[in-house]
């Protein structure tokens, strides 16, 4: 058994050997696990052997080493002939070869290829353009803030939502007035990821559009989340409809971060009661993790009435299913501290 690779299926010299000699699936393999090597050494040697392997010639074998090598963070990063090599995979032939070497710069923080990546963020194609924004806003967000701004809109809807959450990510205010004009883009799509990066923004503009999605069953967990994030910032009084309303949605794990979420705010004590009954009835829920995200918004909300029925659960099969994360949440609701409203 080798403590180097987490699914524990391949040794690392024999990833090493199938990586230069094995046939086109054994590279793809070994490719893949070298990612997941743990043991500094090792680590070293799989960087040296996944730097040849930037020039296999199946787009697969690229593709995977490029992951492997974001994968292998600061030992990958440390070598600059590893950035240079993804670099030169950003005008790779092949999408997805592209697509990872753009995604593992970015992991990287490699800052050497800021400059590449703005060029691929105004002339690659979509593909391209679309990862570029996202690994720009890791590598130097607030050097990335001017070239995102200068991108929008792109010509391309999903280049232009990936654009969007790059600025909420940032979290450079000044990019709200470059946001809110996206909330009437044709595409719902992309409104919907302006609404949420203005809400990363601490900017309500998007709430229409927030409330409007946390409804269904494509965004509602997304949206629930953003507009938490303004209830938190504001106090609540203008998202609580809103939430009451996810309640009813079409993803009960999106009802049930609205619940949650409606217990902890003060300004929503009128929706209080049905968000208690919604999280009860997912203590029951069939599914496993309906009843442990039940538990998790029960203990974010401080929910001390909720202990009974906790205690309840955790005699029974499907309570003895969420092993140590019901005793947990348990302890937690009956740890000492000031208790109030709706967590009495």
Do not use: N
């Amino acid at each position: 058994m080798s403590y180097l690779f987490p699914t524990q299926t391949i040794t690392l010299d024999a990833a090493l050997r199938d990586l230069t000699s094995g046939s086109r699936r054994a590279r793809v393999d070994a490719a893949h696990a070298l990612g997941d090597v743990l043991d500094p050494a090792g680590r070293a040697r799989a960087v040296a052997a996944l730097l040849a392997g930037l020039d296999d010639d199946e787009p697969q074998v690229r593709a995977e080493v490029c992951a492997s090598l974001g994968a292998l963070a600061e030992a990958a990063a440390a070598d600059g002939a590893v950035v240079a090599g993804l670099i030169r995979r950003l005008d790779d032939g092949v999408a997805p070869v592209r697509q990872a070497a753009c995604i593992a710069l970015g992991t990287l923080r490699a800052g050497a290829a800021f400059p590449a990546l703005v060029a691929a963020l105004g002339e690659g194609g979509a593909d391209l353009r679309f990862q570029a924004a996202t690994s720009l806003a890791e590598i130097d967000p607030i050097a990335a803030y001017q070239p995102l701004v200068g991108a929008l809109p792109d010509r391309d809807d999903q280049v232009t939502s990936a654009i969007a959450l790059a600025l909420g990510g940032i979290g450079d205010g000044r990019a709200a007035g470059h946001l809110a004009p996206l909330l009437e883009h044709a595409a719902a799509a992309v409104r919907f990821d302006a609404a949420y990066a203005l809400a990363q923004l601490g900017d309500g503009r998007g709430r229409a559009e927030l409330a409007r999605a946390a409804r269904t069953a494509e965004r509602g967990w997304d949206a629930v989340g953003a507009l938490a994030q303004l209830a938190a910032a504001d106090g609540g009084a203008a998202d609580a409809e809103a939430l009451a309303a996810a309640l009813r949605g079409d993803a009960p794990e999106a009802c049930t971060r609205a619940a949650g979420t409606l217990l902890r705010l003060p300004a929503a004590a009128a929706h209080h009661d049905a968000a208690r009954a919604l999280l009860r009835a997912g203590l029951g829920a069939r599914k496993q993790h309906l009843r442990g995200l039940a538990v998790e918004e029960l203990v974010r909300a401080e929910a001390r009435w909720a202990v009974p029925e906790l205690e309840a659960l955790a005699r029974t099969r499907r309570g003895r299913e969420l092993g140590e994360a019901l005793t947990e949440a348990v302890a937690t609701l009956r740890a000492p501290g000031p208790a109030s409203g709706a967590r009495s």
